[in-house]
């Protein structure tokens, strides 16, 4: 009876129009989509890594990290820009000023996207003779998803600011990997045997271009007549000066996150990059809760600060902090428990990396602990603040791995990751309670 009486509570409570029960409505169905999304990614790569070893797995994992260090710079910072500006022009319904925004975005995308692609097979083949042949093929294939990235992680942020959550959460992260999973099955069914980096990093590039005719479908029913008519006001300027800090933390946090992986490829060899891999996938499965609740609350937060709602501010990120911490708990202890049975289905030689995956989550469980602190300073025009901090905790991190790796191998570089997002959650928590007044955290 009790259980019944919880469980009709909870329910009246999601039907409700607080603060609590729109953010619970909203990040469960954002959260459906990334578990999913999550989900296939893993089989993919569980598939992946048990087709292709851990030295060809580690080829394309490795790649692909640098690659990801250069979306932010693709997109210079306007896929988070978005969720403000849109948001913001939106709400105030400044079309001219929405209009322009998006043409900004769009010419100022693809140009950079363009250089860096170019500029980066430029920079492979010069260092041809010294790397391994199936890494320089497999780098020249994934120039060609730069611009992809880099239109894709603009367009989704937008929908999202436009109220289409499920749309932009489809396009960025639950078609990717359905798409790839759909490239890697017909391979498989017509009989090709182990796949070389090259070729996967091939079906990522068509993955991405799928989800990107996708988003720009979505995205052109999604904008509100008024702004596909009306004409489009500049502000360039006004807003690089918010894109530009955004991009420098949007590539210092990819920096924090892949570090681990790039030390451990360059100074222990892509294979060892493979087998630590299948770990650092694993644990951000941790963060899942804080992704979907940090999207969801991201153009709630920038509108309340804008008109200084200050108590259901508050209120909003408590609540945020709370829902995140009791969904990742008990993910947590199913990795810790399972962890070496999950590793496993990679295959044998991944489960030396269980010492590893217990190290990350740890990491991950005190990220879910403080809450939307970082998404508080982004999306109330705190964003310089943010970077100058993660560009210490950057630095730090760069610091940690050149000592640790060498020492203590892949455990060592799971030690590195796990401090640093610690570190740089706990600072940027102190600084929102000492400016802001707030409290994010659960506690």
Do not use: K
Request: glycine share 10%; with cysteine.
């Amino acid at each position: 009876m009790a259980l019944r009486g919880s469980i009709g509570s909870l329910a009246e409570r999601l039907r409700g129009d607080g603060v609590g029960a729109v953010l619970l409505r909203g990040a469960g169905a954002f959260l459906s989509l990334q578990v999913l999304g999550m989900a296939a990614s893993f089989l993919v790569h569980l598939a992946l890594a048990r087709n292709m070893g851990a030295e060809g797995y580690g080829v394309y994992v490795y790649c692909f990290s640098w690659l990801t260090l250069l979306f932010p710079l693709c997109r210079l910072g306007l896929g988070t820009s978005s969720l403000r500006f849109v948001a913001e022009y939106q709400g105030g319904e400044q079309w001219g000023l929405l209009r322009g925004f998006f043409r900004f975005a769009h010419r100022a995308t693809g140009i950079a996207s363009l250089v860096l692609a170019v500029a980066t097979a430029a920079a492979v083949a010069a260092l041809a003779s010294r790397l391994p042949e199936a890494l320089v093929h497999t780098f020249w294939v994934g120039c060609l998803a730069l611009p992809l990235y880099a239109r894709l992680q603009f367009w989704g942020p937008a929908l999202r600011a436009l109220r289409r959550v499920v749309a932009s959460q489809l396009a960025t992260t639950a078609l990717p990997p359905l798409l790839l999973a759909a490239g890697l099955g017909a391979l498989l069914a017509g009989g090709a045997g182990r796949l070389g980096a090259p070729t996967v990093m091939g079906l990522q590039v068509a993955a991405a271009f799928g989800s990107l005719v996708f988003a720009g479908f979505t995205l052109r029913g999604a904008m509100p007549a008024a702004a596909r008519s009306a004409e489009a006001v500049r502000r360039d300027r006004a807003w690089l000066r918010v894109t530009l800090p955004l991009m420098l933390m949007n590539l210092l946090n990819l920096l924090v996150e892949r570090t681990d992986i790039l030390f451990i490829g360059t100074l222990l060899g892509p294979e060892r990059a493979g087998v630590y891999a299948p770990a650092a996938r694993i644990a951000t499965l941790i963060a899942v809760a804080l992704i979907a609740v940090n999207a969801w609350a991201a153009p709630m937060i920038a509108d309340l600060f804008a008109r200084e709602r200050r108590d259901e501010l508050q209120r909003l990120v408590r609540r945020a902090a709370q829902i995140v911490f009791a969904l990742t708990l008990p993910v947590t202890g199913v990795v810790v428990v399972w962890g070496r049975e999950i590793l496993a289905l990679f295959g044998p030689e991944f489960t030396e990396a269980y010492a590893s995956l217990v190290i990350l989550v740890m990491g991950q469980l005190v990220n879910a602990l403080t809450g939307p602190v970082v998404l508080l300073l982004t999306m109330t025009g705190q964003q310089d603040t943010a970077a100058r901090i993660l560009a210490v905790v950057t630095v730090g991190s760069l610091a940690l791995n050149a000592v640790l790796v060498p020492a203590f191998g892949i455990e060592g570089a799971a030690v590195a990751a796990s401090v640093t997002r610690a570190a740089w959650n706990l600072v940027v928590a102190f600084v929102v309670w000492r400016r802001m007044g707030l409290r994010a955290t659960v506690v």
